[in-house]
């Protein structure tokens, strides 16, 4: 008789193993079908399906060739052959736990031992019961994006003449640069450089030699520093530096050694050049507390070190500053006062010293500004010729005194007026029709009016200044040298310019009695002057003795305070009656 005891003990334990195995076999012919999906799939990812112990149970031909393997050499192997020890055991253990992965960019290993970017997602795959049978992991190869995005990424915070950071990545290096520094208590010094004459050099070397000189910078920088990080180019030809610093001393060491590397000639193409840089500094948190403050503070230093001479390094202070603001708020009230209408002329008298008559007059241009008060040419002018305020400025001033001058000519029998041309006028396209359109507008005679350029304007492109005097000299008027003396004109090569007169500067007639070497050269301009057919007249007479003295040496004309003073041309025009009446 069979045990019924022991029959009803096995039969739970049998019917157990029976299903187990039953599910074992519908779990493999999943998988079976999950396989043959994929392999009908065309997709470029690489899969791999591994049972819960890690061990690779397929492997598409896309996931074998990305990491340097026939499929065939893949299977039962572990997967962990793909990853690297760290990244393997962290895979293990999100198996185990059934946790997916989404998107994880991790670096996986080929057959040769390389290393290349990823991306990773695994999901468990579960049966009908819940159970975990297998992980199905998906990789794409992404070093053609990350090639990309460090592409992007160059392009976006590097230079692309240089290959230092730009000014958007030094700056945020520069934020954490002072956060650091707030934190510890510590010191930052930032180094504005502007390489003297570079655009000379693009002049006269063309722009591919100037981008060989900036790599050369950047560079000897990056050598002198060991590394970018506290670099910046901000284009052209500035850039930053930044440095931790205990203050003001170890500052001036560190901006000696900058300039130092500018000690040695830069050799491009062959050719030896020699550059320096002026250096401006600005140091936290004496100067700024923040990233916006350093910049300009800096800027502003760099700029004054300019102001002193090539090669020069100045540090920032309050005083520069106050310039600075003045100087921008100057340049928006030249734009303000030119649509107000602030700006006038007044008109200094010239005499004739022969006939003692009143023969011209200079016109020199006034500025009084509802905001600022008074304020002289001598500040006005420089900031509008570097703001590019002078071409309206010179607009202005010559339409003005062609109105006049036809006014005086209708009215008091004709007055000489003489307009000083600035460099940056005289050289702008447009300077030789622009005069011919004003005097065709204001009517004016050409023969009433004197244009002045200083002897250095002239000078600096002797040839082509040349074709453009004859211009003007052919449209009837008459042209002078202004502060003659001052500049560096050839006597030969004056004769080559269309000139009717040259003035004499007034810093040799104010010393011509008591210091014999200005007399010299009074005596010699003269001289000069009379040997070429040219008239000369004397600025800054305030004295006397200073009439009689030019009256012996046979100056023809003369202007100055002690003549009379700069007026209006009502005051002018109650001036010349006077005048004619005194002299008949």
Request: charged share 25%; with cysteine.
């Amino acid at each position: 008789m069979p045990d019924t005891a022991n029959l009803h003990l096995e039969t739970p334990i049998m019917l157990g193993a029976y299903e187990h195995l039953k599910e074992l076999q519908q779990d493999q012919e999943s998988l079976d079908m999950l396989m043959k999906a994929i392999e009908c799939l065309p997709i470029q990812t690489g899969i791999t399906v591994t049972d819960m112990h890690g061990r690779i149970l397929y492997v598409n031909a896309v996931q074998a060739a990305m990491h340097g393997y026939r499929p065939a050499e893949l299977l039962g192997e572990d997967a962990d052959l793909f990853s690297q020890p760290g990244d393997a055991v962290i895979f293990r253990q999100l198996a185990l736990a059934g946790t997916s992965i989404t998107n994880l960019e991790c670096q996986n290993v080929k057959k040769s031992g390389a290393r290349f970017p990823v991306q990773i997602n695994s999901t468990p795959l579960r049966n009908a019961r819940g159970r975990c049978i297998a992980v199905v992991t998906a990789c794409e190869d992404i070093t053609g994006l990350k090639a990309s995005e460090r592409q992007i990424e160059q392009l976006s915070y590097y230079d692309p003449t240089s290959g230092l950071p730009n000014r958007a990545l030094f700056l945020t290096r520069l934020e954490k640069a002072l956060d650091l520094a707030r934190r510890n208590g510590r010191g930052v010094a930032v180094f504005f450089l502007d390489l003297d004459n570079f655009k000379y050099l693009l002049d006269t070397r063309g722009h591919v030699f100037g981008d060989q000189l900036l790599k050369e910078v950047g560079r000897r920088l990056t050598v002198h520093l060991r590394e970018v990080h506290g670099l910046g180019h901000l284009g052209t030809d500035q850039f930053l530096v930044m440095l931790p610093t205990t203050g003001e001393e170890d500052a001036a060491t560190e901006a000696g050694k900058l300039q130092a590397l500018f000690s040695t000639p830069f050799t491009i193409d062959g050719v030896e050049i020699a550059s320096s840089a002026s250096i401006g500094v600005a140091l936290y948190p004496d100067d700024g507390l923040l990233v916006d403050d350093m910049l300009r503070c800096s800027d502003s230093a760099m700029s004054h070190a300019k102001q002193e001479g090539k090669g020069n390094c100045q540090f920032y202070s309050h005083e520069i500053n106050s310039r600075r603001m003045r100087r921008v708020a100057l340049e928006n009230g030249i734009r303000q006062g030119l649509s107000l209408g602030e700006f006038s002329l007044h008109y200094q008298p010239q005499w004739d010293l022969k006939s003692g008559r009143l023969v011209g007059v200079e016109a020199l241009l006034r500025w009084e500004s509802a905001q600022f008060g008074t304020v002289t040419p001598d500040e006005f002018i420089p900031i509008a010729e570097m703001s590019g305020l002078i071409m309206d400025l010179g607009e202005m001033v010559l339409t003005a005194a062609c109105l006049q001058a036809k006014e005086w000519a209708e009215s008091l029998g004709g007055l000489k007026v003489a307009v000083n041309i600035s460099g940056r006028q005289f050289g702008h396209p447009d300077f030789l029709s622009s005069v011919a359109r004003i005097v065709e507008k204001t009517g004016v005679r050409p023969s009433c009016l004197e244009l002045e350029f200083t002897e250095s304007v002239i000078m600096a492109k002797a040839s082509r200044n040349i074709e453009s005097l004859r211009a003007l000299k052919e449209m009837g008027m008459q042209l002078a040298i202004d502060d003659f003396g001052t500049g560096y004109s050839s006597l030969s090569y004056l004769k080559h310019f269309p000139i009717d007169v040259i003035k004499i500067d007034r810093s040799f007639i104010g010393e011509s009695l008591a210091d014999g070497d200005d007399a010299a050269i009074v005596e010699a301009i003269i001289s000069m002057g009379h040997s070429m057919k040219l008239k000369v007249v004397a600025e800054g007479v305030e004295s006397p003795e200073q009439l009689q003295f030019l009256k012996e040496l046979g100056c023809d004309g003369a202007q100055g305070f002690f003549l009379a003073p700069p007026m209006t041309s009502g005051e002018l025009r109650k001036r010349v009656e006077v005048d004619r009446r005194a002299n008949g």
